[in-house]
Structure formats: C-alpha cells, structure tokens
C-alpha cells in the first residue's frame, strides 16, 4: 500500500497479518506462561483449556473489531469515489466509532462546501450566459438599425445626386 490505495486486496493481506499477529502473539504468550508458570504446578486440564479459550476469544474479538474498521474504511473509500465522480448529493454513511464518526461529519462538511460553491458557480455562470445573451440580442438590433439608417442614408445620397465619382485612376482622368 505504498501508493496511499485503499485496495481491498491490499487490505484483506494487512488484515490476514494483524490477525495472523493477533492469533499466534497471544497463543505464543500463552505457551510462554504455561512452560514457565502453569506446568510446574501440575496444572489442571481445565485451566489449560481456560487459557486456550481466554486466548481464542481475544483472538476473535480482536478480529471483530478489525473487521468493522475495515468496513468503515470500505465505505469511506466507496463514498470517496462516489464525491470523486462529481456526484456531491450522496450522504455520506454512518459509519461505527468515534472516529469514523468524526471523519464522517468533516466529509460532509467538506461536501456540502463543494456542492454551494459548485451551486453559486452554476448560478454565476447562468446569469453570465443571460447577460452575453441580452447583449448579443441588443448587438443584433442595433445593427438591424445601423443597417437601415445605411440604406436610407444610401438612398437619399442617390436621390440627391451626390458627388460625382471621382476617378479610381488619375491616367484615366488625362486622357
């Protein structure tokens, strides 16, 4: 996990290790205290089967509680991708424990701070797209009357004969 994934199988190998850890670390003690304390005093089958048990349900609590924060973390990194993906109207899960719970509130925080500045970013650009929009009809008319006061200036200018031309080349004109 040097890349900062969360990919499961990534996860499911750190778990096998912390259980592997969390399993064979107790059942380890567990064979230290009974060569040095509990075989020397002629210890019971019963007592023996006590620590086995002490030791197994440690065990399987400690993997319960991994398995819930492996959960959150799936959940997390599922609703990361799901903000990732531009959808910001998803909430984010409950997730157990204090922690996740507290990641979980900053998350949406977060979240609902993109989906106003992204709703003010929308609003913004539709009143720009309105106001290009007026301008460019006010464009439209005012060269819809440029247009005719043209041809009407045009009109009056033949009426009234105008200038006359002037030669486009003074050679012509000489000759």
Do not use: C
């Not at 929009?133 to 006061?149: E, F, G, I, Y």
Request: proline share 5%; aromatic share 8%; charged share 25%.
């Amino acid at each position: 996990m040097r890349d900062g994934s969360l990919s499961q199988a990534g996860w499911r190998q750190q778990l096998m290790v912390v259980f592997a850890l969390m399993t064979v670390i107790p059942f380890m003690t567990f064979g230290y205290f009974m060569v040095i304390y509990l075989l020397p005093l002629s210890a019971t089958q019963e007592s023996i089967l006590l620590v086995v048990g002490l030791n197994f349900l440690l065990s399987i609590t400690g993997l319960m509680l991994l398995g819930r924060i492996f959960r959150s973390m799936m959940r997390l990194r599922d609703y990361l991708r799901v903000v990732a993906a531009g959808d910001l109207s998803q909430p984010f899960p409950v997730s157990e424990g204090p922690e996740f719970i507290e990641i979980a509130g900053s998350l949406q925080r977060i979240v609902r701070t993109l989906r106003n500045d992204r709703d003010h970013a929308m609003a913004f650009a539709d009143r720009v797209e309105q106001e290009v929009s007026k301008r460019m009809t006010d464009l439209q008319d005012a060269n819809v009357r440029l247009s005719v006061a043209i041809e009407r200036l045009t009109n009056m200018h033949e009426r009234l004969g105008g200038p006359e031309k002037k030669p486009e080349d003074p050679e012509a004109v000489k000759a």
